[in-house]
Structures are given as C-alpha cells and as structure tokens.
C-alpha cells in the first residue's frame, strides 16, 4: 500500500458507532484441537506471513489533515498476537467468560485494531480469540485474513495463488466490505407489531454463548421437509431457540420477531466484489413445529426474493442518498429504531474444508458480532467444513441465561433432523 490510505466513507461511519457502551470490534474464536498450538512457534510463523498481509499493519492516522490509514513504521508483533496466561490451562467451561471479558475491551486506536490472545486449554487444546475492528475486516474479510495469516487448508496441484493475484482479491474485497459496512446503516422502513424482547439501553458488560451442529445434517433436513434452504434453516433454528428462551423468561411470546438478513447483490463468477442489501422477515417463534416453522420461513424468504425486495431496498437508497441529506440524516435515525428490526442474524460462508494451525485440527470458528443500543442481542454463523458454527453475543443485563438460546441451537436441529427423517414420515 501507499504511506496513507483515506478513509472511506463506510471506515468512518463505522468508527463512528464506537461510544462508551459499544465496542466496534468483532471477534473470532478459533478452537483448536489437542495438541493444540505452540505459542513460539504459532509466533514465528505468523510473523513470517503476515508480511503479505497489509492490512493487519494499518492503524489509524492523517493524510492532508483527513482521516486516514497509515502504515505503522514501528509495528511490533507481541502487541498483537499474545499469550493469555501460559501459566496453567484453562477449563473449557471459563472459556465463555474470558470471550466476554476480552471483547468487552477496547482496541487502542495508536496501533494497527486487532489483537489474538491464545489461550491454553484443559483439554489439551487451545483457543486463538481474534479480535478485529469492524473498520478493517467484516466477516468475509476475516476469513480472508485467516486463510492468509493463520490456517493451512488442504492444498491441491496448482492452487498457489500469484501474489499479483492476491493483491487484485484483496483489492476486491475491499471494494465489498466497504459496500457492505455501508449497508449496514442503510436499511428497511416497516415497524414491528409488537415490542422487542431485547430493547433496552445496553452497558458495557456481554455475555457469549456458542453452539455448533451438523451443516450437512442440516442442508439435508431443511431440503427433504418442504424444499427449503440451508439459509431458511438457520433463520429456522433461530426462531426455535428464541422461542425456548421466551419459555423460560416471559409469560406468553410476544408475537412474530423481525430479523434482519443478509442478501448478496453479486451476481457474477467470482465472490470478490459481492454487494450486500438486507430484507426484513419475521420470524414465527409461536410455532412450536419444525417444519412448519421453517415452511413458513421459506415461503417468507420466497416471496422477497420474487419481489426482489433487497434489490429494490438498494437502489431506494442509492437515490435517496443522490437526493437529500437530510432525508437521509432522517432515515439514519429512523433505522435504527427497534421495531424495524429486534434481532440481526448474520450467516458468513467459512472454509470449505477442514482446516488446520500448525498442523492440529481446529474444530470450530464461531463469530461474535457487537450489539446496539436498544438491540440487545446478536447472533453470527459461521461454516467450517460440515460444521455450522453459531455464536451469540448479548448484554447481560437485557438478556439473561444466554446459554438457553444457544443450546436450543442445537435442541431445535435434532428435532427438524427427526422429524424430516423418513421413520417420521
């Protein structure tokens, strides 16, 4: 890269989320199986590779006075990639609670936003938590970064890729995460019937809560019930887990819950430049059974992607923001409201394969993604190999007992797998 890059619009509207009660980083949290990793030697491998990855050597800076990214000439590894506490492992089951304490941590702006801590575990495993400013990578990106900097995949003949070429995809999703931050703040108009469950005015602590479940299994349940989507089923797990959590912590449901979904505008041969819009659908958590709660999320999906609903949100808003600033000053306050949407589920696709670090297996990859104020809940999947990695992040405070949703994840994936069995027939 040169000296100094500007900011793009999107770098800076997302800076711009960060306040004292919102972190504007992401987190990865990679396990990785026994023996886990060596820290000295996971250290000398990713200084040699991360040479070829920019990125991860910006921080932020001025150029003719403007925001820009600068290259820092004094970079230093060990602020970036740490050990936790080598001088014990840790239990599996306190993993959770230093996920959360981490992110709840603020990245310093006088260094490149990222930082690994690895973490030994009890098991003989261990675990890389990554964070990374959302200003820098979204999850796309991510996986991106990790392919360069940390896991091997299966290598087959011919598939080095030219360093030329590499800059070009690089180049590439740039142009597409930036679209896609953009997106984020650029959204639909229709309210909810009822209140959220998760509006409230969050604080500064999170809860983090995981489940992983068989994509195939799953890709393959959703199919043979009523022809639907692996897509359709995640949103239909959701649905299943927010449901079990509403038994426990309310009296009576509270009525369909509107979700926020990812639609990819791309329509060409390669994933590099993708767009991204969204559609609002409501999610039938009063629906007890499976496949009746997915066929109805189905025909949900069916009739907007039809209707081209995200298509047409996004050339709205183009025009909009061609039109009027202060329309579009008035939408920004307007999206942001509650009953637009109480809940947003992101899906991002992983390595197709099984991957390894330093030569042991890592097991799952699940995102956690910041909250907002008055949505006070978020839920990221990740695929890694056949493994469908949910992850939940929430304020405490606003949503209790987060382990609940996660583990009706995967309570809710064994009942659709039964009930689209051919026994069940």
Known sequence: MSEAVPLAYADLKILQVESPTIAGHTCKVIRVAPPGVNFGTLFETVAKRIKDVPELHWKLGTKDRAPAWVKDKKFRLERHLVAYDFSHPVPVDQLNGIVSNLFSQRLDRDYPLWQIDVVNLDDGGAALIWRIHHALADGTTAMRLGRELLWEESATPGATVPAKSREAIRE?????????LIHLFEHEFKRSKGPSPFDGHIGTEREIA????????????????????????????????????????????????????????????????????????????????????????????????????????????????????????????????????????????????????????????????????????????????????????????????????????????????????????
């Open 172 to 180: 590439a999703d740039n142009v597409r995460r930036r679209a896609h």
């Open 210 to 425: 995981f489940a992983t479940i068989s994509l195939s299994d799953l890709h393959d349940s959703a199919k043979s019930s009523c022809g639907a989507t692996l897509n359709d089923a995640v949103l239909s797990l959701v649905a299943g887990s927010l449901r079990q959590w509403l038994d426990v912590h309310h009296e009576t449901h509270l009525g369909d819950i509107r979700v926020k979904v990812p639609v990819s505008l791309h329509h060409g041969d390669g994933d590099g430049a993708n767009l991204d819009s969204y559609f609002l659908l409501p999610l039938p958590v009063n629906e007890p059974d499976p496949v009746k709660r997915l066929a109805e999320i189905h025909d949900g999906t069916g009739l907007r992607k039809t209707e081209h609903d995200a298509e047409e949100l996004d050339a709205l808003l183009k025009r909009l923001n061609h039109t009027s600033a202060r329309l579009t000053r008035y939408y920004s306050k307007f999206e942001k409201d509650p009953r637009r949407f109480a809940l947003n589920v992101s899906n991002v696709r992983g390595p197709h394969t099984d991957v390894t670090i330093l030569g042991s297996q890592v097991e799952s990859i699940h995102s956690i993604v910041e909250i907002a104020d008055r949505h006070a809940l978020r839920v990221a999947v990740v695929s890694l190999g056949d493994r469908l990695c949910f992850g939940f992040c929430a304020d405490p405070e606003l949503v209790a007992d987060l382990g609940v949703m996660a583990d009706g994840v995967e309570v809710e994936a064994e009942r659709l797998h039964t009930a689209a069995s051919p026994a069940s027939a």
